[in-house]
């Protein structure tokens, strides 16, 4: 069984991305179609072995795709989404947009996959944010061995989390600091090369950020609403690959050797804890991989059923296009969708 698969956005690094991990996949698909706005109409995108010419979202035609993949932002999605929906397409939308909607399933196949059948009452599956996504792959399987009271995250994002212009103002803030020419914030409010930033997105009325609002609210959602979560989330100069120090307080007793065992078995994750120099995963090596890494699992002695752990994924894979392909694939599995 095949199926005609759009990718909405193809252009960008996570529609990119999409395409990639499709091919790598080797996703059941007849057709993919690269589309993205009219002014990328005509472009060539890399799929596989092959390229494909982007054709313009404004004027494309839903009916007959199966499979629509949005990685394009929440203005797209809030017009063109329901568009492709209501033309019998099943959309995975990569946007903040729909995911708080009661009627749109928030997914993490390693962690809420029986929800997907929910899908149908708007035909739309929403993406996770990246940063809540690769937690929740570690979260779940401890969460399942002994209850998570209370999660203290804070968060290392890369610079791709805010697309390409980001990466090219790391790129340019860094040649300019060595050679000593001005340096030029356009993309954030602060220098990002050689420097830290404790904001992202726009900041709420109770002091934090709407990132450390997301994680909360979609942590409830997909996981349990009883868990307390609080959240700092930081942008550093680094180009790809997002990383988080969590504090977890559970229910029942845990010991670092048992939530290391639950880890290894649970899937998605990837266990590198040697407690020696350089046993451990940063961001920079988990780049281009699908799993999220694990790392410095250690009891925290100042409460009970504590620990820490240090967590790290290539945020434009799980954090966006993995997961969306991921998406996909489970629709499949469940036999939720049928070619057309």
């Given amino acids: 069984m095949s199926f005609r698969v759009a990718v909405v956005g193809a252009t960008g690094n996570v529609g990119r991305e999409v395409l990639n991990i499709l091919a790598e996949r080797n996703f059941p698909a007849t057709e993919v179609i690269a589309i993205a706005s009219r002014r990328s109409l005509g472009q060539m995108v890399g799929f596989g072995d092959r390229e494909l010419k982007v054709v313009a979202l404004d004027t494309f035609d839903f009916s007959g795709t199966d499979i629509a993949l949005f990685a394009a932002g929440s203005g797209v999605s ?8 209501k033309a019998g397409t099943v959309v995975i939308d990569n946007s903040s947009y729909y995911r708080m ?8 196949p390693e962690v809420n996959p029986e929800a997907l059948k929910g899908f149908a009452k708007k035909n739309i599956i929403a993406n996770p944010n990246c940063s809540t996504a690769q937690m929740l792959v570690a979260l779940k399987p401890l969460h399942d061995a002994a209850v998570i009271k209370r999660v203290v995250v804070s968060t290392y994002q890369s610079v791709s989390g805010s697309g390409a212009a980001a990466m090219d103002e790391l790129f340019s803030q860094t040649r300019a600091a060595f050679v000593n020419d001005p340096i030029e914030c356009n993309v954030y409010p602060k220098q990002i090369a050689y420097n ?13 950020t709407k990132e450390e609002w997301k994680m909360v ?22 180009f790809v690959g997002h990383a988080e120090a969590i504090n977890l307080e559970f229910k029942k007793p845990i010991s670092d050797d048992e939530a290391r065992e639950v880890l290894r078995s649970a899937p998605g994750c990837l ?21 999220t890494y694990i790392s410095r699992i250690r009891k925290d002695p100042t409460v009970k059923n504590g620990l820490n752990i240090w967590v790290v994924s290539d945020n434009l894979r799980k ?6 392909v991921q998406i996909a694939e489970e629709l499949l599995s469940q036999g939720l969708l049928k070619a057309g």
């Fill in 271 to 291: 266990v590198i804890d040697k407690r020696e120099d350089g046993g451990y995963i940063t961001p920079v090596d988990c780049v281009g991989d699908f799993a």
């Fill in 196 to 208: 830290v930033i404790p904001h992202i997105d726009v900041f709420m009325d109770d002091g934090s």
């Fill in 217 to 238: 609210a979609e942590t409830h959602k997909m996981l349990d609403p009883n868990i307390q979560l609080t959240a700092t989330c930081v942008r550093v100069p680094v």
């Fill in 101 to 108: 909607d009661p009627n749109v399933p928030l997914i993490v």
């Fill in 319 to 324: 954090g966006a296009a993995l997961n969306a």
């Fill in 78 to 85: 809030k017009h063109y989404a329901p568009i492709a929906a």
